[in-house]
């Protein structure tokens, strides 16, 4: 069974604060994602990564980093929180190919207050 | 815009209802077509795709999809929901052009009545 684990289920922040939010797959998964996902706007990608150390900008990048030092984890970091980041995060891996389906985490639900 | 179109945002049936949730995308070319459940607690997880052959799909737990290239559509169906179909429904897109990534519809909020 693939497994995607996210560290936190709940977080919650103060605005200013650097977040980490961490992410580990154990498929050996090439892609890795993080998507945010909030009422009636489905999942919005962040970014995504398809290699150890190489990462891409999704459709809203803006106030968010990421790193990927191992194949197996990518994590997502708030420079600064602020409160309009308050959101569900989610995970995913995937294989490389078109047709394969990604595999998400539980979600880190972060509130900053 | 969104570039994956899911007509509804909530859907309410009573149990043994027929079910049609719609999707449209707006790329051209190749795409590849799914549909993902989430459960309430629960992760994100496949419900079926498409990528080629028979345009009519099944899935898991009676679930079909029907893509028509005409139409840019993927709408989902079941002919028989049950109450524990109550979920979130999400229609997404990989393009043949955009490298891996999934691009997601809005979600259709899906509330069955026992």
């Known amino acids: 069974d693939v497994k995607v684990t996210q560290s936190s289920r709940y977080l919650v922040k103060r605005t200013g604060e650097k977040v980490f939010l961490e992410c580990v797959q154990d498929?050996?998964?090439?892609?890795m994602f993080w998507y945010r996902q909030d009422p009636g706007l489905g999942l919005r990608l962040i970014y995504f990564?398809?290699?150890?150390?190489?990462?891409e900008k999704g459709d809203i990048p803006e106030g968010y980093s990421v790193s990927r030092e191992k194949k197996e984890r990518f994590s997502l970091i708030l420079e600064s929180a602020s409160t309009n980041q308050t959101s569900m995060y989610l995970c995913a891996s995937k294989e490389t190919g078109l047709n394969t389906e990604a595999f998400f985490g539980q979600g880190t639900r972060l509130t900053v207050v | 815009a969104q570039s994956v179109s899911q007509h509804n945002h909530h859907v309410i049936l009573s149990e043994a209802a027929s079910l049609e949730l719609g999707c449209n995308y707006s790329y051209g070319g190749t795409v590849n077509l799914f549909w993902y459940v989430q459960y309430p607690g629960q992760h994100l997880q496949l419900l079926l795709k498409?990528?080629?052959?028979?345009?009519l799909v099944k899935g898991i737990k009676g679930f079909e999809a029907e893509f028509i290239k005409s139409k840019f559509s993927f709408n989902l169906r079941k002919p028989s929901v049950q109450w524990s179909d109550t979920a979130e429904y999400f229609c997404a897109v990989i393009r043949n052009t955009g490298g891996f990534k999934t691009i997601f519809g809005a979600g259709t909020r899906l509330f069955v009545k026992a």
């Open positions: 498409y990528f080629s052959g028979d345009p």
């Open positions: 498929m050996d998964h090439e892609n």
């Open positions: 990564s398809y290699d150890v150390k190489m990462k």
